[in-house]
């Protein structure tokens, strides 16, 4: 299986996503149209909508979550290597609101699920950068951003053996085409985990 590519469009097929730090990669089936970003997420055009990315998966692993996501310059919280710690973060998250986590299966793994989005009606022009940061990989920025009212993402977060890491699939807002969105949802249901053949990288 090749890897996903960096950036640009890709071909219908099962790509590779490596987690830092692991060596095992998520294994991620996707049909055509699609097109990569920074090697771990991918997005889709809806073409009778105005944004770049109507649908869009990310897959991957962040140490820290903003503890208010509209003031969260100075405001990221390391929230340790397990599954739960991220999930309480999230919950606890101001300005964003997240639904009760179910158990569900990611390949072998066992994880939990849920849903993360907007809380009520945030005024984006009052928060750092103009945008909500979710979570990031450090301190000095932000690697998840929303960027309107109405965005929208589905979690899945997996113990892999004591390192954790994730698959979202997010949509800007409920316009969408029901067909993209039912593709990306399809997408999502595809990525897996495969069992370990050694230990972690250290």
Same mark, same amino acid.
């Given at each position: 299986m090749p890897?996903?590519?960096e950036s640009g469009d890709i071909d219908a097929g099962t790509y590779l996503v490596p987690v830092a730090g692991y060596k095992e990669p998520f294994e991620i089936t996707?049909?055509?149209?699609?097109? %990569? =970003?920074d090697g771990n997420s991918l997005g889709k055009d809806d073409p009778d909508h105005p944004a770049e990315w109507a649908v869009y998966l990310t897959l991957g692993s962040a140490d820290y979550v903003a503890q208010d %996501?509209?003031?969260?310059?100075? %405001?990221l919280a390391d929230v340790g290597p397990s599954v739960e710690a991220f999930i309480r973060a999230m919950a606890a998250q101001s300005s964003t609101a997240s639904t009760p986590p179910v158990k569900v299966m990611v390949g072998d793994y066992a994880g939990f699920e849920f849903d993360h989005s907007v809380e009520g009606s945030v005024d984006f022009n009052a928060c750092d950068g103009g945008k909500l940061c979710i979570h990031a990989l450090h301190t000095q920025g932000c690697s998840r951003l929303y960027s309107t009212q109405n965005e929208h993402e589905t979690y899945r977060v997996v113990d892999l053996e004591?390192?954790?890491?994730?698959?979202?699939?997010?949509?800007?807002?409920?316009?969408?085409?029901?067909?993209?969105?039912?593709? %990306?949802?399809?997408? =999502?249901? $595809?990525?897996?985990?495969?069992?370990? $053949?050694?230990?972690?990288?250290?």
């Open positions: 890897p996903l590519p996707v049909p055509g149209g699609w097109f %990569a =970003f %996501a509209c003031t969260w310059r100075g %405001a004591g390192q954790r890491a994730f698959v979202a699939v997010g949509y800007i807002d409920e316009s969408i085409n029901p067909e993209l969105m039912r593709e %990306a949802r399809a997408v =999502f249901d $595809s990525t897996v985990f495969s069992p370990p $053949s050694d230990q972690l990288i250290r």
